[in-house]
């Protein structure tokens, strides 16, 4: 019991540091690149079937998370320059 306790501890502990300061945020930010995408492929979808007055909110809406997927990468590139100078 005591071994699979040490054993543990000792992966969360290498999870944790995980050789990057930055791990948590960069995982966060994936995860939101992650939901973007998925938003942006519905709202793709959604152009399939919307009225022709709803088409124009639906671009406005694609033009949106464009930009939130262009700015999580930037975040991305600028936390991987950080820890790879």
Request: hydrophobic share 45%.
């Amino acid at each position: 019991m005591l071994v699979r306790t040490v054993i543990l501890y000792a992966v969360m502990l290498t999870s944790a540091v995980a050789f990057h300061e930055n791990t948590f945020a960069v995982w966060e930010l994936k995860e939101q690149l992650q939901i973007l995408y998925i938003n942006m492929w519905e709202l793709l979808h959604q152009l399939e079937y919307v009225t022709a007055d709803q088409r124009s909110i639906v671009y406005e809406e694609i033009q949106h998370i464009r930009q939130q997927i262009q700015h999580t990468i930037d975040q991305l590139v600028q936390h991987d320059q950080q820890q790879h100078p």
